[in-house]
T-cell receptor, first 111, second 116 residues
Framework: GESVGLHLPTLSVQEGDNSIINCAYS??????FIWYKQESGKGPQFIID?????DKRQGQRVTVLLNKTVKHLSLQIAATQPGDSAVYFC??????????FGAGTRLFVKA | ETGVTQTPRHLVMGMTNKKSLKCEQH?????MYWYKQSAKKPLELMFV???????ENNSVPSRFSPECPNSSHLFLHLHTLQPEDSALYLC???????????????FGPGTRLLVL
């Protein structure tokens, strides 16, 4: 069935290092993928998205990579800062208004 | 802020109570969503409304009753809930319209619900 999952439940990185958060998806028909960040006490916040006709997209300090061959999505955060500490969700859209979210990865940034 | 507000932020209710959650979006969007977020589980889509019409009901128990009087407001009426319904309830909105793929959803801060 359709599912979006994360390889690691937690990730700890040193401040200033780069972070890589991975995600696997199972529906090859999905054509839109989104990364969200959720800080404590807040709702998920959009970070970056990518469509299936692309394999890389860059934002401010963030890059999303899409590998459709192995159905893998990753979020790279450059020069990780304490403010990046949060739970990160990947999500896939298979059409219409239904978006499927992954379980989330908690990122800890050590000072 | 995201332009999506939710009230109340926290709610404690007994299993026999009736309460309502409110969501309002100031983004001019046409689609609105209710999600349930439980500890250690992915966000679960509950309901979707597009132009006030319900387009998704993800097999949600009838003790949850949504209402969408207009494109800016969404309610979730709660009645005879169970302790396992305790969770964070998130509202979101997106551009909506044709239901095309790939709409970014903007989330509110959620209502933390505790059912005793």
């Amino acid at each position: 069935g359709e599912s979006v999952g994360l390889h690691l439940p937690t990730l700890s990185v040193q401040e200033g290092d780069n972070s890589i958060i991975n995600c696997a998806y199972s529906n090859s028909a999905s054509d839109y993928f989104i990364w969200y960040k959720q800080e404590s006490g807040k709702g998920p916040q959009f970070i970056i998205d990518i469509r299936s006709n692309m394999d890389k997209r860059q934002g401010q300090r963030v890059t999303v990579l899409l590998n459709k061959t192995v159905k893998h999505l990753s979020l790279q955060i450059a020069a990780t800062q304490p403010g990046d500490s949060a739970v990160y969700f990947c999500a896939e859209n298979t059409g219409g208004f239904k978006t499927i979210f992954g379980a989330g990865t908690r990122l800890f940034v050590k000072a | 802020e995201t332009g999506v507000t939710q009230t109340p932020r926290h709610l404690v209710m007994g299993m026999t109570n009736k309460k309502s959650l409110k969501c309002e979006q100031h983004l001019g969007h046409n689609a609105m969503y209710w999600y349930k977020q439980s500890a250690k589980k992915p966000l679960e889509l509950m309901f979707v409304y597009n132009f006030k019409e319900q387009t998704e009901n993800n097999s949600v128990p009838s003790r949850f009753s949504p209402e969408c009087p207009n494109s800016s407001h969404l309610f979730l009426h709660l009645h005879t809930l169970q302790p396992e319904d305790s969770a964070l309830y998130l509202c979101a909105s997106s551009q909506g319209g044709s239901g095309r793929t790939g709409e970014t959803q903007y989330f509110g801060p959620g209502t933390r619900l505790l059912v005793l």
